[in-house]
Structure formats: C-alpha cells, structure tokens
C-alpha cells in the first residue's frame, strides 16, 4: 500500500485541476481559432465570376483593381485585370456581391450583382471613364496625406521621398510628380524640379500646370526668354484654377507684356467674377493698353466687389481721371 506524504494528496489535486484548466484553454483556443478561420473562409465556395474592363473606346485597362464584397458574409477580396482587361474571381459562395472598380485616372464603377454559385455566370464588362487629373483611391490617400503633412512641415526632401514612394508603387499616378518637383522647387534645385515636371508631360504632353510649373523654373533661374517660351505652350482655355491663370498673367504684366497679361487676367475674371486681384489688374492692363473704356468698365465691376478697402479708392480715383 502506497503511503503520501501529509500534504501531497492535497498538491496533486490541484496540479490535477490546473492540468484540466489548461486542457480547457487549449480547447478553447484552438475553438476560437477554428471559428475564426471559418468567418475568414465565409466568402469562399464553389463559383466563379470573370469579367473585362475596358475604356470608353473599348481598349483594355491593365491594373484596375476589382474589389469583390460577399454581402452577407461582410467580407471579400481583390483581384487586378491583366493585359487585356481580364479579371478573374474564383471559389466564391453565390448570392450578393458589391464589386467597385478603381484605377488611378479614371471615375471608379461600382455595382452589386447576384451570383451564382453551381451556375455559370455571364462575363461582367465594365466600361470606365477617363478624368482629368489625379482620383485619389484609398491606396494612396494615406500616403499621399502623410506626404502633404511633411511639405508643409517645410520638410521638403522627407516629402519628396513619399511622394516618389508613391509613384514606385502607384506609376498611374503621375500627377504626383508636381508634388515632386514643388520639393525640389522649395529647395530651389530648379533643374531636378524640371525634370520632376517633365515626366507629366511625357504622359499628357498639353499639361497646363506643368508647362507653367517648368516656366516657373527658369524664371526663378533668371531665364525670361526660355520661361515666356514654356508658358507661350500653355492653352490657357486648359487652366483650371483662377489663381494659376493670374500669375501667369502677372508674370506678363511684370515685364510689360501687355497683350498677353490680359489674355489671361480676362480668363481669370471669367473663371471667377469676385476675384478682386483679377479684375484690379485687368483694368490696369486696359490702360496700359489705352482701351479706356474697357478700363472703366472692369474698374466699375471692381467697385460692385470691394467698395470699402484703399485700393477701393484708388480704382474711383482711376474712374474719376478716366471719365472727365
């Protein structure tokens, strides 16, 4: 007969009960684990869907990101087109799906459909639609954000090096190389920011904004000839922002280039009527050009705008001189 030790009876019965607490954590666990594999796998089945994206023309779009959303599992997954527009989504449940699609320079598509899952499903064609500038997609958002934040910390290089991450990842992106050549502008490394500016203009050779940004540069390089020669490129009708078309315009009047400043003080203006700047110097450029009553006319507008600041009054002492 085994005799215990006073005591060990006691001891065993608690490492016999700590043993069985273990037992039931591992069990739990692993449970957990299980169930956790299995909510990821919700989405997944038998079915298929495909699918070809195309542009408005009908070419193939290579690298349109399709993000495919099982609605009642709330899960899903990503998938890319290949050369010829073609995508593939395999071993998936039927029922409903959100799908968007996104590519940088294009308006992102979004639908909902029903699939199949023991059927075959018919092929989904997405046509989309080119924009003008940069569609910023969650992707690159964060990036892009983190990258502003640090320009305008005027820590320009630290930016310009996101920025490039960017493009390494994202090379659709390429209206980011501004953001690019804006560092080295701060930096007044006038060269690199032009061939920063370049590599837009290898994709949309018509940029506005970069044929000013690269006249921009040899300006602040102290070359007038060359940088009237880059902004003579620019249609000004393709100038978005009010404010670019009136520095450039600026720049004309500057230098006494008269007949060109207010080609573009007049777009100003008519892009937007309240701007203050635009119309003050579009009057000021009449005169110069001795169309005064085209100077009356756009000094009155001013007044309707601002009629209470200094240069309020040096525009009716304008108006006074010119209708006597």
């Given at each position: 007969m085994i005799k215990f030790k006073?005591?060990?009876?006691?001891?065993?019965?608690?490492?016999?009960?700590?043993?069985?607490?273990?037992?039931?954590?591992?069990?739990?666990?692993?449970?957990?684990?299980l169930t956790s594999l299995l909510f990821a796998q919700e989405y997944k089945g038998k079915g298929r869907a495909m699918g070809v994206v195309t542009d408005e023309q009908g070419n193939p779009l290579e690298g349109?990101?399709?993000?495919?959303?099982?609605?009642?599992?709330?899960?899903?997954?990503s998938v890319?087109?290949?050369?010829?527009?073609?995508?593939?989504?395999?071993?998936?449940?039927?029922?409903?799906?959100?799908?968007?699609?996104?590519?940088i320079g294009y308006a992102p598509k979004k639908i909902a459909i029903e699939l199949q899952e023991f059927q075959k499903n018919p092929e989904i064609k997405i046509a989309m639609v080119?924009?003008?500038?940069?569609?910023?997609?969650?992707?690159?958002k964060e990036m892009l954000e983190k990258g502003n934040k640090?320009?305008?910390?005027?820590?320009?290089?630290?930016?310009?090096?996101?920025?490039?991450?960017i493009m390494t990842k994202f090379p659709d992106a390429y209206p980011i190389w501004k953001n690019v050549g804006n560092c080295y502008f701060a930096m007044e490394k006038y060269a690199e920011a032009e061939q920063a500016y370049q590599k837009i203009?290898?994709?949309?050779?018509?940029?506005?904004?970069?044929?000013?940004?690269?006249?921009?540069?040899?300006?602040?390089?102290?070359?007038?000839?060359?940088?009237?020669?880059?902004?003579?490129?620019?249609?000004?009708?393709?100038?978005?922002?009010?404010?670019?078309?009136?520095n450039v315009g600026t720049m004309y009047y500057n230098n006494s280039r008269f007949a060109?400043?207010?080609?573009?003080?007049?777009?100003?203006?008519?892009?937007?009527?309240?701007?203050?700047?635009?119309?003050?110097?579009?009057?000021?450029?009449?005169?110069?050009l001795q169309k005064n009553q085209e100077a009356i006319n756009t000094f009155e507008e001013y007044l309707k705008v601002d009629s209470e600041s200094g240069r309020a009054d040096q525009v009716r002492a304008f108006l006074s001189y010119l209708k006597k």
């Open positions: 006073p005591g060990l009876s006691r001891k065993i019965t608690v490492a016999w009960r700590r043993f069985k607490m273990k037992k039931v954590l591992i069990f739990m666990v692993a449970a957990l684990i349109v990101t399709v993000k495919l959303f099982y609605v009642k599992g709330q899960q899903g997954f890319k087109t290949d050369k010829d527009g073609k995508w593939v989504a395999a071993w998936i449940r039927g029922g409903q799906w959100n799908i968007d699609f996104e590519k080119k924009v003008e500038g940069l569609v910023v997609t969650e992707e690159i640090l320009f305008d910390e005027q820590k320009y290089d630290e930016a310009r090096v996101v920025y490039e991450e203009l290898e994709k949309d050779a018509n940029n506005a904004d970069a044929l000013v940004a690269i006249g921009n540069t040899y300006l602040n390089r102290g070359d007038k000839d060359k940088a009237f020669e880059w902004y003579g490129k620019v249609n000004v009708d393709k100038i978005t922002d009010p404010v670019v078309i009136y060109e400043a207010l080609v573009y003080y007049q777009k100003a203006v008519e892009k937007q009527k309240n701007f203050t700047d635009a119309l003050y110097q579009l009057g000021l450029t009449y005169l110069n």
